[in-house]
């Protein structure tokens, strides 16, 4: 069975770095896409950045220039550096990752998240 566990959440001041990693258990290969969510209480889940099996990868808005993913080992596949942080950078953090588990069938899995605070 796939399980996704988040580490790597903190307290940081403004302009500060926090670095998230997303460990994986089960056979999470083939991935599809993997990547990193948000949520702030009340709120949608929202997108932070993801990349594909092609090395594509997509962020949004709100921290291009500040978050870089990268890849990593088997068992470490995905890290999040989050630098220049911003109060509104407060939130759970949730690793995403899709599987192809046949040619045409995906398979999406879901972190228990971890939580990233931005306070002076």
């Known amino acids: 069975q796939v399980q996704l566990v988040e580490s790597g959440g903190g307290l940081v001041q403004p302009g500060g770095s926090l670095r998230l990693s997303c460990a994986g258990s089960?056979?999470?290969?083939?991935?599809?896409?993997i990547g990193w969510y948000r949520q702030a209480p009340g709120k949608q889940r929202e997108l932070v950045a993801t990349?594909?099996?092609?090395?594509?990868?997509n962020y949004a808005d709100s921290v291009k220039g500040r978050f870089t993913l990268s890849r990593d080992n088997a068992k470490n596949p995905l890290h999040l550096q989050k630098d220049s942080l911003k109060h509104e950078d407060t939130d759970n953090y949730y690793c995403?990752?899709?599987?192809?588990?046949?040619?045409?069938?995906?398979?999406?899995?879901w972190g228990q998240g971890t939580h990233g605070n931005v306070s002076s």
């Open positions: 089960g056979n999470i290969y083939p991935i599809n896409r």
């Open positions: 990349i594909t099996s092609g090395h594509s990868t």
């Open positions: 995403y990752l899709i599987k192809m588990s046949s040619k045409t069938t995906k398979e999406e899995y």
